[in-house]
């Protein structure tokens, strides 16, 4: 049996690149960013990403103390995303995808 093709009358090395391109969106970029807190907890605060797409997540893979971290409601854009910190004044590190 014939594997369908995705783009009519492509050759596979086509099919494949149109695949990497349109169906595998830039979502696979990660970057990680240090961002240290303001003095008071539970307020939210623009985190720059530089992804040039939205987030999908992130990791937190650093803290400077016991802390959880958490999406906000503003802020989120191509480049900047909105966080909280259960605790204020610390040093974490995010990765974003």
């Known amino acids: 049996m014939r ?3 995705l783009i009519p009358d492509a050759s596979p090395f086509e099919a494949d690149q149109f695949r990497k391109q349109h169906l ?3 979502a696979r970029k990660r970057t990680v ?3 240290t807190f ?8 623009r985190v720059r990403h530089r992804l ?7 990791t937190v893979l650093s803290k400077s103390a016991a802390c959880d971290i958490y999406r906000g409601t503003r802020f989120s854009d191509r480049h ?3 966080l909280k910190s259960t605790v204020g004044g ?3 590190r995010l990765e974003f995808f």
């Open 80 to 82: 900047w995303i909105g």
């Open 24 to 26: 595998e969106p830039a």
């Open 33 to 35: 960013v240090d961002h």
């Open 90 to 92: 610390i040093t974490v």
């Open 3 to 5: 594997t369908p093709r």
């Open 52 to 58: 040039g797409v939205l987030v999908q997540g992130f």
């Open 38 to 45: 303001g003095a008071t907890a539970n307020v939210e605060e």
